[in-house]
């Protein structure tokens, strides 16, 4: 086990946040992991580094799950269940499947970060919840250093949530995730308007799996940053749920906000909406600030400080609460 001392974890995520790691281990299979879980216990999980911000150093041992692999466990005429290991580039992987013409990802393309964490965080775009796809995760349970397994159910999916950001919080390292997706035949989700309007612009009626994908990379490029180039984390903020009756009260001072239905009562506002209405879209402090093409990010342009980001994520949260009534939940894992 070859552990390195205080090693920077700038290039580990992606805000670019440049803390120390007291002590440092990369591992490279199931069995490094576990001989590392043997030994040591107060550890720090880092895998692709895409969705937290870090603000201190950290004094933990940190493990980065750098496990690569694809395999075909089984398949049919019309379905194919993989096998994908944590380390593997989540959009990596998602190109690789449409090479193979592998449908059901398509619309989680260019989402940054790991196969192994795509499960802790339900990764969702464009209608489509990585949920849908999972048939089960597998990982090793860090008290006893013993592989453990999740079917779907046991997941405890929920938006942008499982059991993992929950009850098994720093209790289980994920070392794989199995997908079933789809070889012919493919359920195309269109429905999202960016990806009509996509589609067509480009004069395409009717889309493959292929299409959709470029789509949304399309769009997302068009108004999110590269984490290489601007230090970011996606989306800072989950998208707000709340009641109709708040929705109208709202909607009478604001005609033109918009939502989308999620039962009779209740209505998601999107989050960039309320923090560029309240004026925060494009704002810059110093070396951070909010990106220009899309409020719901924040961004690290050069040495920021997690503090500093910190900071302004629990200033624009007080402004949408005292300008809309409303509570914005942070999506990124604050790692203090």
């Known amino acids: 086990m070859n552990i390195q001392q205080n090693i920077s974890l700038k290039k580990y995520n992606t805000f670019g946040i440049d803390v120390n790691a007291k002590r440092f281990v990369s591992v490279d299979s199931f069995y490094q992991l576990q001989s590392v879980l043997e030994q040591e216990k107060n550890i720090f999980l880092l895998s692709g580094g895409s969705n937290m911000l870090l603000t201190n150093d950290i004094n933990k041992l940190v493990v980065h ?50 196969v192994g964490t795509c499960p802790i965080q339900n990764i969702g775009a464009y209608g489509v919840e990585v949920k849908d796809t999972i048939t089960k995760v597998e990982g090793i349970e860090i008290d006893s250093a013993k592989r453990i397994e999740f079917s779907n159910e046991a997941c405890l999916f929920g938006y942008r949530n499982s059991i993992f950001k929950n009850e098994l919080k720093d209790k289980v390292v994920l070392t794989s995730v199995s997908f079933c997706l789809t070889k012919r035949n493919h359920t195309l989700n269109t429905s999202y ?7 067509k612009a480009k004069g395409i009626t009717s889309p493959t799996i292929r299409d959709v994908s470029n789509a949304v990379i399309k ?9 290489k180039e601007i230090g970011n984390s996606g989306s800072f903020f989950k998208n707000p749920v709340i009641s109709t009756e708040h929705f109208q009260e709202l909607q009478e001072k604001y005609p033109s906000i918009p939502s989308y239905k999620v039962s009779e009562t209740e209505i998601k506002v999107p989050a960039g909406w309320l923090i560029e209405t309240a004026g925060y879209k494009g704002k810059r402090f110093g070396d951070f600030g909010i990106h220009e093409k899309q409020a719901l990010v924040l ?17 624009i949260q007080e402004s949408i609460r005292t300008s809309f009534g409303i509570s914005l939940e942070i999506e990124v894992n604050i790692i203090s």
Request: hydrophobic residues 35%; contains cysteine.
């Open 299 to 315: 961004v690290n342009y050069n040495n920021a400080d997690g503090k500093d980001i910190l900071k302004l994520a629990r200033k």
């Open 65 to 114: 799950v750098n496990i690569h692999g694809i395999s075909i466990d089984k398949e049919t005429d019309d379905e194919v269940f993989l096998t994908v290991n944590a380390g593997e580039n989540w959009h990596d992987f998602v190109l690789w499947c449409l090479e193979q013409d592998y449908g059901g990802l398509e619309n989680l393309s260019l989402i940054p970060g790991n």
């Open 193 to 199: 308007g960016a990806i009509e309007t996509e589609l």
């Open 219 to 227: 769009i997302r490029q068009s108004k999110l940053p590269d984490p």
